[in-house]
Protein backbone atom coordinates (compact mmCIF):
# COMPACT_ATOMS: atom_id res chain seq x y z
CA UNK A 1 0.00 0.00 0.00
CA UNK A 2 2.69 2.23 0.66
CA UNK A 3 4.57 1.38 -2.57
CA UNK A 4 1.13 2.31 -4.62
CA UNK A 5 0.94 5.73 -2.85
CA UNK A 6 3.88 6.83 -3.56
CA UNK A 7 3.46 6.03 -6.93
CA UNK A 8 0.11 7.76 -6.96
CA UNK A 9 1.90 11.06 -5.43
CA UNK A 10 4.55 10.94 -8.06
CA UNK A 11 2.84 10.04 -10.74
CA UNK A 12 -0.02 12.37 -10.28
CA UNK A 13 1.53 15.45 -10.80
CA UNK A 14 2.68 14.58 -14.09
CA UNK A 15 -0.73 13.17 -15.02
CA UNK A 16 -2.23 16.86 -14.64
CA UNK A 17 1.13 18.81 -16.53
CA UNK A 18 1.32 16.31 -19.32
CA UNK A 19 -2.88 16.81 -20.10
CA UNK A 20 -2.01 20.84 -19.37
CA UNK A 21 0.92 20.69 -22.25
CA UNK A 22 -1.43 17.82 -24.54
CA UNK A 23 -4.11 21.04 -24.58
CA UNK A 24 -1.69 23.53 -25.41
CA UNK A 25 -0.10 21.46 -28.40
CA UNK A 26 -3.11 20.04 -29.79
CA UNK A 27 -4.25 23.74 -30.25
CA UNK A 28 -0.91 24.46 -32.19
CA UNK A 29 0.81 26.08 -29.23
CA UNK A 30 3.94 24.84 -28.82
CA UNK A 31 4.63 24.69 -24.48
CA UNK A 32 7.79 23.84 -22.67
CA UNK A 33 6.58 26.66 -20.21
CA UNK A 34 4.76 24.05 -18.55
CA UNK A 35 7.82 23.56 -15.50
CA UNK A 36 6.92 27.89 -14.72
CA UNK A 37 2.99 27.22 -14.65
CA UNK A 38 3.76 24.53 -12.09
CA UNK A 39 6.19 26.44 -9.74
CA UNK A 40 4.21 29.45 -10.08
CA UNK A 41 1.10 27.70 -8.72
CA UNK A 42 2.95 25.83 -5.94
CA UNK A 43 4.54 29.11 -4.40
CA UNK A 44 1.32 31.54 -4.78
CA UNK A 45 -0.84 28.34 -3.07
CA UNK A 46 1.98 28.02 -0.31
CA UNK A 47 2.34 31.89 0.02
CA UNK A 48 -1.57 32.35 0.20
CA UNK A 49 -2.85 29.30 2.36
CA UNK A 50 -0.12 30.01 5.00
CA UNK A 51 -1.34 33.82 5.24
CA UNK A 52 -5.04 33.21 4.58
CA UNK A 53 -4.84 29.72 6.80
CA UNK A 54 -7.63 28.48 3.86
CA UNK A 55 -6.28 25.90 1.90
CA UNK A 56 -9.26 26.27 -0.99
CA UNK A 57 -8.46 30.19 -1.29
CA UNK A 58 -4.60 29.44 -1.44
CA UNK A 59 -5.02 26.52 -4.30
CA UNK A 60 -7.75 28.88 -6.09
CA UNK A 61 -5.06 31.93 -6.18
CA UNK A 62 -2.10 29.47 -7.54
CA UNK A 63 -4.89 27.85 -9.82
CA UNK A 64 -5.10 31.73 -10.90
CA UNK A 65 -1.49 32.56 -11.29
CA UNK A 66 -0.78 29.50 -13.46
CA UNK A 67 -3.65 30.43 -15.69
CA UNK A 68 -2.57 34.11 -15.95
CA UNK A 69 1.02 32.91 -16.64
CA UNK A 70 -0.15 30.06 -19.38
CA UNK A 71 -2.93 33.39 -21.41
CA UNK A 72 0.72 35.42 -21.18
CA UNK A 73 2.43 32.15 -23.30
CA UNK A 74 -0.61 32.45 -25.79
CA UNK A 75 -0.41 36.45 -25.89
CA UNK A 76 3.38 36.03 -26.53
CA UNK A 77 2.75 33.60 -29.13
CA UNK A 78 -0.47 34.75 -30.89
CA UNK A 79 -0.39 38.62 -30.64
CA UNK A 80 3.37 39.34 -30.61
CA UNK A 81 4.41 36.00 -33.10
CA UNK A 82 7.41 35.79 -30.68
CA UNK A 83 8.92 32.20 -31.05
CA UNK A 84 7.07 29.50 -28.85
CA UNK A 85 10.16 28.16 -27.47
CA UNK A 86 11.53 31.65 -26.54
CA UNK A 87 8.62 32.68 -24.59
CA UNK A 88 8.28 29.65 -23.13
CA UNK A 89 11.65 29.77 -21.90
CA UNK A 90 11.22 32.86 -21.02
CA UNK A 91 8.84 32.35 -18.47
CA UNK A 92 10.53 29.47 -16.95
CA UNK A 93 13.21 32.32 -15.88
CA UNK A 94 10.43 34.29 -14.88
CA UNK A 95 8.25 32.02 -13.11
CA UNK A 96 12.31 30.64 -11.36
CA UNK A 97 13.20 34.40 -10.16
CA UNK A 98 9.50 35.38 -9.52
CA UNK A 99 8.55 32.41 -6.97
CA UNK A 100 12.23 32.62 -5.47
CA UNK A 101 11.31 36.38 -4.59
CA UNK A 102 7.95 35.96 -3.83
CA UNK A 103 9.08 33.10 -0.91
CA UNK A 104 11.94 35.19 0.58
CA UNK A 105 9.72 38.45 0.60
CA UNK A 106 6.08 37.14 1.52
CA UNK A 107 6.57 33.85 3.66
CA UNK A 108 6.49 33.51 7.19
CA UNK A 109 9.94 31.49 8.24
CA UNK A 110 7.90 31.08 12.06
CA UNK A 111 4.81 29.36 10.01
CA UNK A 112 6.94 27.43 7.53
CA UNK A 113 5.52 23.64 7.21
CA UNK A 114 1.92 24.82 8.41
CA UNK A 115 0.55 25.23 4.76
CA UNK A 116 -3.45 24.48 5.25
CA UNK A 117 -3.94 21.20 2.92
CA UNK A 118 -6.61 19.67 0.99
CA UNK A 119 -6.96 15.91 1.30
CA UNK A 120 -3.81 14.14 -1.27
CA UNK A 121 -7.02 12.48 -2.39
CA UNK A 122 -8.86 14.60 -4.38
CA UNK A 123 -6.05 15.27 -6.27
CA UNK A 124 -5.15 11.71 -7.48
CA UNK A 125 -8.74 11.35 -8.41
CA UNK A 126 -8.63 14.49 -10.34
CA UNK A 127 -5.47 13.38 -12.00
CA UNK A 128 -6.42 9.31 -12.62
CA UNK A 129 -9.38 10.25 -14.10
CA UNK A 130 -8.59 13.50 -16.47
CA UNK A 131 -7.09 11.14 -19.16
CA UNK A 132 -10.59 9.50 -19.66
CA UNK A 133 -11.84 12.67 -19.38
CA UNK A 134 -9.65 13.97 -21.96
CA UNK A 135 -10.19 11.67 -24.59
CA UNK A 136 -13.92 11.80 -24.26
CA UNK A 137 -14.00 15.59 -24.92
CA UNK A 138 -11.77 15.05 -27.50
CA UNK A 139 -13.53 11.85 -29.34
CA UNK A 140 -17.26 13.40 -28.49
CA UNK A 141 -17.56 16.86 -28.13
CA UNK A 142 -17.84 19.77 -30.28
CA UNK A 143 -15.50 21.99 -28.69
CA UNK A 144 -12.81 18.63 -28.47
CA UNK A 145 -13.16 18.68 -32.35
CA UNK A 146 -12.44 22.08 -32.86
CA UNK A 147 -9.16 21.99 -30.86
CA UNK A 148 -7.92 19.17 -33.23
CA UNK A 149 -8.62 20.81 -36.27
CA UNK A 150 -6.98 24.21 -35.14
CA UNK A 151 -3.88 21.85 -34.05
CA UNK A 152 -4.00 19.64 -37.38
CA UNK A 153 -4.41 22.77 -39.86
CA UNK A 154 -5.23 26.27 -38.40
CA UNK A 155 -5.74 27.45 -42.29
CA UNK A 156 -8.51 24.86 -42.99
CA UNK A 157 -10.06 25.89 -39.60
CA UNK A 158 -10.57 29.36 -40.17
CA UNK A 159 -12.19 27.62 -44.00
CA UNK A 160 -14.66 26.06 -41.58
CA UNK A 161 -15.63 29.37 -39.52
CA UNK A 162 -13.38 28.23 -36.83
CA UNK A 163 -11.23 31.11 -34.93
CA UNK A 164 -7.72 29.38 -33.96
CA UNK A 165 -6.84 32.66 -32.07
CA UNK A 166 -9.99 32.15 -29.75
CA UNK A 167 -9.69 28.12 -29.55
CA UNK A 168 -5.84 28.32 -28.59
CA UNK A 169 -6.30 31.16 -25.52
CA UNK A 170 -8.78 29.12 -24.22
CA UNK A 171 -6.85 25.91 -24.89
CA UNK A 172 -3.82 27.83 -22.93
CA UNK A 173 -6.29 28.71 -19.66
CA UNK A 174 -6.90 25.40 -19.83
CA UNK A 175 -3.10 24.46 -19.56
CA UNK A 176 -3.20 26.68 -16.92
CA UNK A 177 -5.82 25.40 -14.71
CA UNK A 178 -4.24 21.73 -15.23
CA UNK A 179 -0.43 22.59 -14.32
CA UNK A 180 -2.15 24.77 -11.68
CA UNK A 181 -3.33 21.95 -10.03
CA UNK A 182 -0.22 19.87 -10.68
CA UNK A 183 1.70 22.23 -9.11
CA UNK A 184 -0.58 22.75 -5.92
CA UNK A 185 -0.38 18.63 -5.84
CA UNK A 186 3.06 18.95 -5.51
CA UNK A 187 3.52 21.33 -2.36
CA UNK A 188 0.63 20.18 -0.85
CA UNK A 189 2.06 16.62 -0.50
CA UNK A 190 5.70 18.59 0.61
CA UNK A 191 3.70 20.33 3.51
CA UNK A 192 6.13 23.72 2.37
CA UNK A 193 7.46 25.75 -0.86
CA UNK A 194 11.48 25.44 -1.80
CA UNK A 195 13.10 27.19 -4.69
CA UNK A 196 12.84 25.14 -7.68
CA UNK A 197 10.77 22.42 -5.90
CA UNK A 198 8.79 21.22 -9.32
CA UNK A 199 12.37 20.19 -10.01
CA UNK A 200 12.19 19.23 -14.16
CA UNK A 201 8.77 17.53 -13.60
CA UNK A 202 7.11 20.18 -16.47
CA UNK A 203 9.57 19.13 -19.13
CA UNK A 204 9.27 15.11 -17.74
CA UNK A 205 5.35 15.54 -18.48
CA UNK A 206 6.46 17.20 -21.86
CA UNK A 207 8.77 13.82 -22.21
CA UNK A 208 5.71 11.53 -21.59
CA UNK A 209 3.45 13.51 -23.60
CA UNK A 210 5.65 13.04 -27.14
CA UNK A 211 6.09 9.57 -25.96
CA UNK A 212 2.11 9.35 -26.04
CA UNK A 213 2.25 10.71 -29.41
CA UNK A 214 -0.08 13.45 -27.71
CA UNK A 215 -2.80 11.22 -27.09
CA UNK A 216 -4.57 11.60 -23.45
CA UNK A 217 -3.96 7.66 -22.55
CA UNK A 218 -0.69 6.42 -24.38
CA UNK A 219 0.06 9.76 -22.18
CA UNK A 220 -1.42 8.81 -19.17
CA UNK A 221 0.86 5.24 -19.57
CA UNK A 222 4.15 7.30 -20.19
CA UNK A 223 3.27 9.43 -17.14
CA UNK A 224 3.29 5.75 -14.86
CA UNK A 225 6.20 4.58 -16.24
CA UNK A 226 7.96 7.75 -15.43
CA UNK A 227 6.24 7.80 -12.11
CA UNK A 228 7.00 4.48 -11.54
CA UNK A 229 11.02 5.66 -11.74
CA UNK A 230 10.74 8.35 -9.46
CA UNK A 231 9.20 5.45 -7.01
CA UNK A 232 12.24 2.68 -8.16
CA UNK A 233 15.10 5.91 -7.84
CA UNK A 234 13.54 6.64 -4.38
CA UNK A 235 13.46 2.97 -2.94
CA UNK A 236 17.24 2.32 -4.98
CA UNK A 237 18.96 5.16 -2.63
CA UNK A 238 22.02 4.00 -0.97
CA UNK A 239 21.92 0.28 -2.38
CA UNK A 240 23.98 -1.44 -4.60
CA UNK A 241 24.80 -2.03 -8.00
CA UNK A 242 27.06 -4.66 -9.19
CA UNK A 243 28.45 -4.66 -5.74
CA UNK A 244 29.27 -1.13 -6.17
CA UNK A 245 27.93 2.24 -3.46
CA UNK A 246 26.47 4.39 -6.02
CA UNK A 247 25.97 8.15 -4.91
CA UNK A 248 22.73 9.18 -4.23
CA UNK A 249 23.10 11.71 -7.55
CA UNK A 250 23.26 8.79 -9.49
CA UNK A 251 19.15 7.49 -8.53
CA UNK A 252 18.45 11.30 -8.46
CA UNK A 253 19.32 11.18 -11.87
CA UNK A 254 17.80 8.43 -13.17
CA UNK A 255 14.27 9.68 -14.16
CA UNK A 256 16.50 12.43 -15.52
CA UNK A 257 18.62 10.23 -17.82
CA UNK A 258 15.16 8.13 -18.88
CA UNK A 259 13.83 11.26 -20.08
CA UNK A 260 16.48 12.84 -22.27
CA UNK A 261 16.75 8.86 -24.05
CA UNK A 262 12.86 9.31 -24.81
CA UNK A 263 12.91 13.05 -25.78
CA UNK A 264 16.19 11.81 -28.42
CA UNK A 265 13.73 9.12 -29.73
CA UNK A 266 15.09 5.98 -28.45
CA UNK A 267 12.44 4.63 -26.86
CA UNK A 268 9.67 5.38 -29.82
CA UNK A 269 8.97 7.89 -32.69
CA UNK A 270 5.35 10.01 -32.62
CA UNK A 271 3.91 12.75 -35.29
CA UNK A 272 3.22 16.03 -33.76
CA UNK A 273 -0.07 17.61 -34.47
CA UNK A 274 0.45 18.74 -37.98
CA UNK A 275 -0.63 22.65 -37.05
CA UNK A 276 2.24 22.73 -34.13
CA UNK A 277 3.85 26.20 -34.48
CA UNK A 278 1.89 27.19 -37.12
CA UNK A 279 -0.39 30.50 -36.92
Given at each position: ?162 DPIRVRYAALAATGLLCGLSGAMIV ?92
Amino acid sequence: MELIFILSTLTGPLLLAAMGGLTSERSGIMNIALEGFMLTSACVVAVVSVATGNPVVGVLAGLAAAIVMALLHALLTQAYRIDHIISGMAINLVALGGTNFLDKRFTDLSRQGEIPQIPMLVFDVLAFGLPVLLWLYLKRTRGGLRLLAVGNDPDKARQMGVDPIRVRYAALAATGLLCGLSGAMIVTNAGRFTDGMTAGRGFIALAALILGGWKPIPTAVACLGFGALYTLQLQLQGSQLFGANLPSQFWNALPYLVTVIAMAGFLGKSRAPAGLGKE
